[in-house]
């Protein structure tokens, strides 16, 4: 796609340690200077199977994974077979000498001599490194910092076996050109989404946190867990996916600030109690990190087919925002709106990602944490005037929020419909003033509505729109079509809930050819468009076989 | 000093006759014999004629969803350990919708005191069987009887090892208000499953049929041998014996978290140089 990026494809059986292989090539990669987008393919097993890790790799910024692959790092004679195909010309393939397979060009590694038994993957970094031209005392302090916890032993026959395979490969012809080096590299980060995700929330003020295991999702929990005594948070693993959001509700009620992570069908469970945060005003903070379903589907792999059900999850009418992310920079700004925004209109805020956002690590510039505000929950007790309603009706529908037991004041809230006290009530005047007062809500969230982002030509002959992950690539097919003389634009949704039409009808309207570009099988977000707005996104690329949108996906889908 | 009347006195949704009555008399009774102030107290409810009991009182309430109190008790309880957490609802929706939770909860060891109100039948959807109804037990629901066994609240409990378990009469107020009070006291998950008849929609387990069966636990129980109180928690029948069953030490959930030890989760600022640090890690 472009002439500068180089696609690495580490190919393995779940267990060979290709992660690892993966993480730290990448992280040394960053050190290096360099930008990079790592798609992960993992099958839900936990040993065998195929696995792939692939980076990305640009001294440019670059946003999108690409499919075409330069050097496969096959790390079973299964790699080789599954993506040979995918190799460019001047690719080249690195594999085991001991497999015996016959390909070209390729790299024929005496893996055993070089690493002993147990540290192939160790090897292979070594050689990709050398073959990329990367620092190698650079690469080794990656490496021992990784294992650093580990014993002493495994730490030198790994940096030995990292030493031999450098040196192997300096005396080996390749047609791989290394990277150009980047001078001075700046300080960055290598995060992937989920990551950022736990530490915009770190950054928010989060301190009740509750979880059930559900792939893709699970790290955002435990990249919480592993901070949870240094931040002062508790992170619970529920029974169920149902306790877990009650728990956080639970948690907020009692005043701190809380989340809960899951993916679509454990969201599914989570729905009575999104409803449930909605009449209590609690605030609550939901991420959805989707895979393909129904039902179980493909749960290791990626979708972006839960817009609807998230938009409409919970029974009854309340107000809600819905964040997707497009970038891991989003992950972590988002993740912070959408706590705010739970606070401030006392509600379930809503954050929308996928797979492969969530393992997707990218170089990021540093965030500066120290400068940012954390939300405070609940409200000042001086605020509160007479005898305390929980739901007092006010102009704008935001009650001021005591916390229980933090004042002599008593805080009451109720599922069923309530007066402004919180006690249970049927009188059904008061029903549409509460039904009133929760939907004023929503003409302040309109207000704050992260407006989408228009690029390219304003009169273009064709206009990309895309919403979450699909943002990179959209925007490398759009760069690629304007390098074609075509008159290009890009329109991307970072908030896909509420939707303001003034901010972008004009856009859409302006365009030749309006392309929806989206991650399911329907056009979820073209029908949300239309339904909102009144125009019709008729033309639409849609990719649901569980694997993320690529720039060459959308060219080829374009050109049909 | 705290009385009475700090609790309220209001009007209810109940049948008159209803054994929740003589509960919310007990519970008010057990608060201030606790010296707990109302606003010191959070109680936690689920749906059902049992779960509007927080209403009738002044306290802070949180009336959730059916079956889900427990969960949202032990948010509330991890997120503020000083508030006294009182879940209170009945047996459809502690020990069916939400039996999951009862579970987890016991294992938890949450210092949340669970009043769970059993009159075998579910009273709000008019009459059908509940997860404690008797074998045979015949509703509109169920017209040849309940063909599943009862769930024993009490020898699933003292079979998980929970902190404190105990079953009282609502026909008598005193002995189930000491009860509350000691459940409250207790340090971990408490338990008082209090039978009380339904006079709307159990023709079977009424007033007098619990009045002659609950018996008094003697003194000489000892509430600490397990295998005893194994043995006391499987008896139901012409003898229903009501008081302390079984109790243990365990230490609480929410005291074996070290973020806890600074006391509550509210209110606290972010460590901004501590983050600093952990973003520095990604580097």
Redesign the interface.
Known sequence: MRPNAFNILIGGEAGQGLVTVGQLLSKSLV?SGYYLVVTQDYQSRIRGGHNTFSIRVSPEQIVAPQESVDLLVALNPESVTLHREQVAPEGLIVLDESFGIACDPCLNVPFKELSGRRSANIAALGVVSSLLGLDRELVARTMDEFFGKKDPKTVEQNRDALTKSFQWCEGQPSPVQKLSRVENPP?????NGN?AIA?GA??A?V??C?FYPMTPSTSIALNLAS????????V?Q???E???I???????????P?MVSTSGGGFALMA??VS?AAM?ETPLVVVVAQRPGPATGLPTRTEQADLGFVLHAGHGEFPRAIFAPGTVEECFHLTRRAFELAERFQGPMFLLTDQFLADSFRAVM??D??QLA?V???AEVGDVSGSYRRHAITENGVSPRL??????????????EHTED???TEDLSVRNQMVQKRLRKRERLLREVVPPKADGDEKSDILLVSWGSSRGATYEAASHLRSNARRVATLHFSQVWPLVPEQFVGVLRGAGEVVCVEGNATGQFAQLVYRETGFPIEKRVLRYDGLPITPEFILRELKQ | MVSIEDYGNYETAWCPGCGDFAILKAVKQALVASGLEPHQVLFVSGIGQAAKAPHYLNANVFNGLHGRSLPVATGAKLSNPGLTVIVESGDGCIYGEGGNHFLAAIRRNIDVTVLAHNNQVYGLTKGQASPTSDKGFVTKAQPEGVLAEPFNPIAVSVAMGAGFVARGFSGMVDHVAGLIQQAIAHRGLSLVDILQPCVSFNKVNTFAWYKKRCTILPDAYDPTDWEAAMKVAREWGERIPIGVIYRNDRPAFEGQFSVLSEGALVGRDVDGAALARIVDGFA
């Open positions: 050190r300080r960055r980060l290598m995060m990551e530490l770190l950054s003020g301190r009740f509750s901070r949870a005594q240094q931040m002062g948070l508790i619970e529920g029974e169920d149902i306790a877990v009650n728990m956080a509700i639970g948690a907020s009620f009692a005043g701190a809380s009575e109690g449930l209590t540093p965030f944490v120290e954390a405070h929950a609940g916390l229980p037991g933090m004042s002599d004041h008593l805080v009451v809230t109720d599922s069923d919180g006690h249970i």
